[in-house]
């Protein structure tokens, strides 16, 4: 009980404390709320009618309220992971920019340059060399008869042609 005692007094003292700073706002929301009392007031009966009449038209708007809610909640999620997304696409490209860097600064621009070209080459071999593959699969399909347009659906992955 002393607790709550205390805290009165303290949130007494703080309300006395900012008064004359609330009142204006006070007195400007008492004011706004006046002068469109009078004018919600007839559409505020009318809803208040129309729900009693049809009560589905409340059911219809509590889901309408949650399917709001729900996408709310969908959004803020999506906001957060692109939010993490680029964050982490940020450390990311840091972590190769100071890769690079400190490659060129161990082994020098000329050996580093050579052993990107290497590497290059070597993904160019292996993408052609898949490619090469693969398009014999579907060569080999047309040649057969089975397929004589393009492949679509499923594809003759499991003959070995090779």
């Given at each position: 009980m002393e607790l709550v005692q205390e805290y009165a007094s303290q949130a007494l003292h703080i309300y006395n404390t900012a008064d004359p700073y609330l009142r204006p706002i006070r007195r400007f929301i008492f004011q706004t709320q006046r002068q469109i009392y009078p004018i919600l007031l007839p559409y505020l009966n009318t809803a208040a009618n129309l729900a009693h009449k049809s009560p589905a038209i409340i059911t219809v708007g509590i889901l309408l309220l949650f399917l709001l809610i729900a996408m709310q909640v969908l959004n803020f999620i999506r906001r957060v992971m692109v939010w993490w997304f680029k964050v982490m696409m940020r450390i990311v490209f840091w972590t190769v920019m100071v890769l690079l860097i400190s490659a060129i600064w161990q082994r020098g621009v000329e050996r580093t340059v050579g052993d990107l070209v290497g590497w290059g080459q070597e993904l160019s071999d292996v993408w052609w060399r898949e490619y090469r593959r693969w398009e014999g699969?579907?060569?080999?399909?047309?040649?057969?008869?089975?397929?004589?347009?393009?492949?679509?659906?499923?594809?003759?992955?499991?003959?070995?042609?090779?």
């Amino acid at each position: 009980m002393e607790l709550v005692q205390e805290y009165a007094s303290q949130a007494l003292h703080i309300y006395n404390t900012a008064d004359p700073y609330l009142r204006p706002i006070r007195r400007f929301i008492f004011q706004t709320q006046r002068q469109i009392y009078p004018i919600l007031l007839p559409y505020l009966n009318t809803a208040a009618n129309l729900a009693h009449k049809s009560p589905a038209i409340i059911t219809v708007g509590i889901l309408l309220l949650f399917l709001l809610i729900a996408m709310q909640v969908l959004n803020f999620i999506r906001r957060v992971m692109v939010w993490w997304f680029k964050v982490m696409m940020r450390i990311v490209f840091w972590t190769v920019m100071v890769l690079l860097i400190s490659a060129i600064w161990q082994r020098g621009v000329e050996r580093t340059v050579g052993d990107l070209v290497g590497w290059g080459q070597e993904l160019s071999d292996v993408w052609w060399r898949e490619y090469r593959r693969w398009e014999g699969y579907q060569n080999q399909g047309r040649s057969q008869g089975r397929n004589p347009g393009p492949m679509i659906g499923r594809t003759n992955a499991r003959a070995s042609w090779r």
